[in-house]
């Protein structure tokens, strides 16, 4: 459907942006009609059909519920409404705007907007909703949307992806969560290449790894002769960043005299050299990673519940490797066709029992374990296929099991993998497995081509 020929309704207590966009779109559209209060939705829908419903998350109504926006886009599906919903919200509400999507929002716009960005998305709803589409999925082609070294086609990626084109153009912080190993800098990296800082510099600091004295120099900079080994001026990483992306790793593993420090700098977008009283003005934007969890990291104990706020406009929690199924055998895919060809080697694919191996580890260290696992297998190949006994995992990772990853109960899937350990155990030694597992070669044989193994 061209826009000109759609009926627009939007729903807004904000008598401001109701205007604002009656005027935008008096002459792009059909029709356009403004609502105040969203509990007459009822009763203009009884009246005329929409294409479009710009509905807001947030209303002074009798629903108190925090996110009366999910409310009344429930209520509208209850309505058997056609329109493509279009949730309008701030940069606080984005986690509540991508769930919206699950509950059958189109799209959301975040506020202040373009008049190009929202006009844009208007077009976009309408095409969802002609040719019936879900909201944009990224399945199997995330290499080409935010670079070849973050890849995923499980549920959880599609999410971060999605995330990640909707915060992007904006300047809100962000903080990503998730256990060692798991990408959050090529999460904060691909942030930043689809930024409106994209040809600014990109910093990457572990501060978790400053002490306190460096803490200050390496962030602010300081002026010769401020310390004893302050031998010339110094230019802190937050300048370094200006126009840029500043990537503070680790955030969780500072101490609350660096947090203290940090966060004034946050709230005044200036810093100070040491050894100056003069003020610098910042432009960066911010993201942040921990693997910390949230809960813990807002025990004022050990951070600062204001500095929380202050970095967390916008939350990314990636995925442990093992919350991400068919994405291992992706990933080992890609990790294969790297070190192939680095180390110019032949083995180019996997067999069965290569890929049962991959599916039924844990990986306690996430997508780096997997990666290391690839490279040191792909060295040792010998031949084209790698083999189940080809695939040797981290001796410095715990052998436990991840305390949320289900028990197996299954006897045959049980049997399964302990076939499987043994094996690994011995380095493939048939011989040597059979007798632990207490079985004859031949009666492993036949349990190996049982299981496919």
């Known amino acids: 459907m061209n826009l000109k020929n759609a009926s627009v309704l939007v729903v807004d207590d904000d008598m401001d ?33 929409f294409d479009i419903i710009l509905l807001d998350m947030n209303f002074n109504s009798s629903i108190n519920t925090g996110n009366e926006g999910l409310f009344w886009l429930k209520k509208l599906k209850e309505l058997r409404s056609n329109a493509a919903v279009i949730m309008i919200t701030a940069y606080g509400d984005i986690d509540l705007a991508v769930r919206s999507l699950k509950e059958g929002a189109t799209d959301f716009v975040v506020k202040p907007w373009h008049n190009e960005k929202l006009i844009s998305t208007i077009k976009d709803a309408l095409r969802k909703k002609e040719s019936n589409k879900t909201p944009m999925m990224y399945v199997g082609a995330a290499d080409s949307i935010i670079g070849s070294e973050l890849m995923g086609e499980s549920e959880a990626m599609q999410q971060i992806f999605y995330k990640i084109e909707k915060v992007a153009p904006t300047d809100a912080n962000i903080l990503l969560l998730g256990e060692n190993g798991t990408g959050k800098d090529l999460i904060a990296k691909a942030v930043h290449q689809h930024s409106l800082r994209a040809d600014k510099p990109f910093i990457k600091v572990d501060v978790g790894a400053l002490t306190e004295t460096l803490f200050e120099s390496e962030l602010f900079g300081h002026k010769k002769g401020a310390f004893t ?49 003069q003020p610098i003005p910042i432009d960066i934007r911010l993201v942040c990673a921990t693997n910390i969890p949230l809960s813990e990291l807002a025990n004022e104990n050990r951070f600062r519940k204001d500095l929380v706020y202050r970095i967390n406009t916008v939350e990314i929690i990636v995925p442990p490797l093992r919350k991400r199924g068919s994405d291992v055998e992706l990933l080992a895919k890609h990790f294969l066709s790297i070190y192939a060809k680095k180390y110019m080697k032949s083995a180019d694919r996997f067999d069965a029992g290569a890929f049962e191996k991959l599916r039924s580890y844990h990986y306690p260290g996430n997508v780096r374990e997997l990666q290391y696992t690839i490279e040191r297998a792909v060295i040792m190949a010998e031949n084209d296929v790698l083999h189940a006994s080809d ?46 597992l207490g079985l004859t070669r031949t009666a492993l044989y036949r349990r190996l081509n049982k299981y496919d193994i």
């Open 229 to 277: 080994d302050a031998r010339e001026d110094r230019v802190g990483l937050f300048e370094t960043a200006s126009g840029g992306t500043l990537f503070l790793d680790e955030i969780g593993n500072i101490s609350l005299h660096q947090q203290a420090k940090l966060l004034s700098v946050l709230q005044n977008r200036k810093i100070t050299r040491i050894g100056t009283n």
């Open 17 to 49: 942006v109701l205007t604002a966009v009656r005027l935008l779109l008096k002459t792009e559209t059909a029709a356009v009609v403004v609502e105040k209060n969203p509990e007459n939705i009822r009763s203009l829908l009884a009246k005329q059909s």
């Open 391 to 436: 695939l040797i995992f981290s001796p410095i990772e715990s052998p436990e099991q991840v305390l949320d990853e289900p028990v197996e109960f299954n006897l045959s899937q049980v049997e399964k993998n302990t076939i499987l350990k043994v094996i690994e155990k011995h380095n493939g030694n048939i011989s040597k497995a059979a007798k632990e």
